[in-house]
């Protein structure tokens, strides 16, 4: 972990890269809390840039996300990336978690995997943070529990939203798994499609 000048920057900075790193894994702030002791509220807290994480805190982070605090902090080289290998939710759970991008921080991507059920869905559980989300449906179909809303996507289908409202996915159907993909980026963020819209007409100069 850095100890020049630029530590205090990377403290500052560390807080999205350590819930991108948790969420990445799969992982909520109350299995984290559960697996590190350390209370939900300060989780929260550090991981908006509220309050500085403490090396005893990170030292604990690092063990429950498998990485070096240099991997929590932006600083180590390209090749100690992680191998992007599928991991699981939390305990219990036979979500499997697969992430595209090797880094923390910024727009990252993850394909998820829902197992086949053997009994019908209950609504899934929500939760709700900074951030935005466009979620794309590759193979069965996924209910999205959007706050009071309640959508069911099938293959190809996408869904954009911001992840303050309160959101959950789960198998909709014993039809099988179902596969999709998660682009998550930072509050504020937004698609910038560099092609017309279907229909609309380019002005002439």
Same mark, same amino acid.
């Not at 900075?13 to 969420?23: F, I, K, N, W």
């Not at 209370?39 to 063990?63: C, Y």
């Not at 086949?116 to 900074?130: F, K």
């Given at each position: #972990?850095?100890?020049?000048?630029?530590?205090?920057?990377?403290?500052?900075? #560390?807080?999205?890269?350590?819930?991108?790193?948790?969420?990445?894994?799969?992982?909520?702030?109350?299995?984290?809390?559960?697996?590190?002791?350390?209370? #939900?509220?300060?989780?929260?807290?550090?991981?908006?840039?509220?309050?500085?994480?403490?090396?005893?805190?990170?030292?604990?982070?690092?063990?429950?996300?498998?990485?070096?605090?240099?991997?929590?902090?932006?600083?180590?080289?390209?090749?100690?990336?992680?191998?992007?290998?599928?991991?699981?939710?939390?305990?219990?759970?036979?979500?499997?978690?697969?992430?595209?991008?090797?880094?923390?921080?910024?727009?990252?991507?993850?394909?998820?995997?829902?197992?086949?059920?053997?009994?019908?869905?209950?609504?899934?559980?929500?939760?709700?943070?900074?951030?935005?989300?466009?979620?794309?449906?590759?193979?069965?179909?996924?209910?999205?529990?959007?706050?009071?809303?309640?959508?069911?996507?099938?293959?190809?289908?996408?869904?954009?939203?911001?992840?303050?409202?309160?959101?959950?996915?789960?198998?909709?159907?014993?039809?099988?798994?179902?596969?999709?993909?998660?682009?998550?980026?930072?509050?504020?963020?937004?698609?910038?499609?560099?092609?017309?819209?279907?229909?609309?007409?380019?002005?002439?100069?």
């Amino acid at each position: #972990m850095t100890t020049d000048d630029g530590t205090a920057e990377t403290l500052a900075a #560390m807080g999205p890269r350590l819930r991108a790193a948790r969420e990445q894994r799969g992982a909520t702030l109350t299995g984290v809390s559960r697996t590190t002791g350390i209370s #939900m509220s300060t989780l929260s807290r550090i991981e908006t840039g509220r309050r500085k994480p403490t090396l005893e805190v990170l030292l604990q982070l690092a063990k429950a996300y498998g990485a070096s605090l240099d991997e929590l902090a932006g600083t180590a080289p390209a090749s100690a990336a992680p191998a992007r290998i599928p991991l699981r939710q939390r305990a219990g759970d036979d979500k499997v978690v697969l992430p595209l991008t090797p880094y923390v921080g910024g727009l990252h991507a993850h394909k998820h995997v829902l197992p086949a059920l053997d009994a019908p869905p209950a609504r899934p559980r929500q939760s709700s943070h900074d951030g935005h989300e466009w979620l794309c449906v590759l193979y069965g179909r996924l209910w999205l529990a959007l706050g009071e809303q309640d959508l069911v996507l099938s293959a190809g289908e996408v869904a954009e939203f911001d992840t303050r409202t309160a959101h959950g996915v789960a198998n909709a159907g014993p039809d099988g798994p179902v596969e999709y993909l998660i682009m998550f980026g930072p509050q504020g963020e937004r698609p910038r499609p560099r092609t017309p819209a279907p229909g609309h007409r380019t002005p002439r100069s």
